[in-house]
């Protein structure tokens, strides 16, 4: 049989190397799966901030032009008739897939609000807009 392998037969993988190259993988997996996970919510959180921050400012640039706060962030989508755009082309969903929440504080304060990954509102995960200076 060891001749075989000097004359080119059956060159293939043994089943224990097989075994070590399975074990090695498996390793990696486990050290880069973790990293990866991590780093994709990250990004989620900071997308989500980052949407947060532009409907907010479209948001007060609304009360400028109209001395009152839009009854909703649809709203913002239709044309205004001073300016002949819209503030917003289109509201986007936070990065969990769920929408964004305008919550109207009085006349000119406001809140807009991710409910996070879990999905359910006022849990830690929440994002607000304005942002805690803890953030």
């Given at each position: ?14 089943l ?7 074990v090695?993988m498996?390793g ?29 400012n ?5 009360y ?8 909703s962030?649809?709203?913002l989508?239709?044309?205004d008739?001073?300016l ?20 109207r ?10 409910c996070g990954?879990?999905r359910?509102?006022?849990?830690d ?11």
């Amino acid at each position: 049989m060891g001749d075989a392998r000097k004359r080119g037969g059956d060159g293939g993988f043994t089943l224990v190397e097989l075994m070590v190259v399975i074990v090695i993988m498996g390793g990696l997996a486990a050290l880069v799966t973790p990293n990866v996970i991590g780093a994709l919510d990250r990004a989620d959180h900071k997308r989500g901030k980052t949407q947060l921050a532009m409907m907010a400012n479209a948001v007060s640039s609304y009360y400028i032009e109209h001395r009152r706060l839009p009854d909703s962030l649809e709203e913002l989508t239709e044309p205004d008739p001073k300016l002949g755009a819209p503030f917003m082309d289109g509201i986007p969903k936070d990065p969990w897939g769920t929408p964004y929440e305008l919550e109207r504080d009085g006349r000119q304060r406001f809140r807009i609000r991710s409910c996070g990954k879990d999905r359910a509102p006022g849990t830690d995960d929440d994002l607000v807009w304005p942002f805690d200076v803890n953030e």
